[in-house]
């Protein structure tokens, strides 16, 4: 069983990279955002607390997404796991590699999708412009991606040496193309 946490800022092509390991090398992708907004679309309590706090750029809680993500991982049974957009703090990676040791299993590669922050509102556009207004997402727009970014800097940004300093970061140019990536991770899970 391998795991895999993919960090990047937002619109740096995470969740586009989670689904191509999902279609080629059968892992699950546990993506925080989709979990995040299956909930607001649920109209729940919890769903209308955690849709402000997306359309305002904020983090939602860490107690609730640890909660969250840890019962996704133990509904799983022996599955590649693909982390998207989780852990997004030093709190939430502790806890995670916590969960993970007590089912003997670990975080075996970080990966960090490097992209200029100058060209995530490029990205963030053409998401936009793509879209059906039927399926485009609340929180992408260009105010919301600022406040995203300043979190991802703030907040994101220091599990990257939490990582680095157990041997599983590596760190791939965001801005080749969505192929050259993909062969990148490839490479580098194999």
Do not use: C, H, W
């Not at 619109?11 to 995040?36: C, H, M, N, P, R």
């Not at 860490?62 to 852990?87: A, Y």
């Amino acid at each position: 069983m391998t795991n895999v946490i993919l960090l990047g800022p937002p619109g740096s092509g995470k969740g586009t990279q989670a689904k191509i390991l999902v279609e080629q090398k059968d892992f699950y992708q546990l993506s925080t955002g989709d979990i995040l907004r299956e909930s607001v679309n649920s109209g729940s309590s919890d769903g209308k607390k955690i849709k402000k706090i997306m359309e305002d750029g904020q983090l939602v809680p860490d107690n609730l997404v640890i909660k969250i993500i840890i019962d996704s991982i133990n509904s799983l049974t022996l599955k590649n796991i693909i982390f998207d957009g989780f852990p997004r703090n030093l709190v939430q990676a502790k806890e995670l590699d916590k969960a993970l040791l007590q089912k003997k299993l670990q975080i075996d590669f970080v990966i960090l999708l490097d992209v200029k922050f100058s060209e995530l509102e490029k990205r963030i556009r053409q998401r936009i412009l793509q879209s059906s207004k039927k399926n485009i997402r609340g929180d992408d727009n260009l105010e919301t991606l600022n406040k995203r970014l300043k979190v991802y800097k703030e907040s994101t940004e220091p599990i990257i040496n939490f990582y680095q300093n157990k041997n599983r970061f590596f760190r791939i140019d965001g801005m080749m193309d969505i192929k050259e990536i993909s062969e990148k991770i490839n490479m580098l899970i194999n």
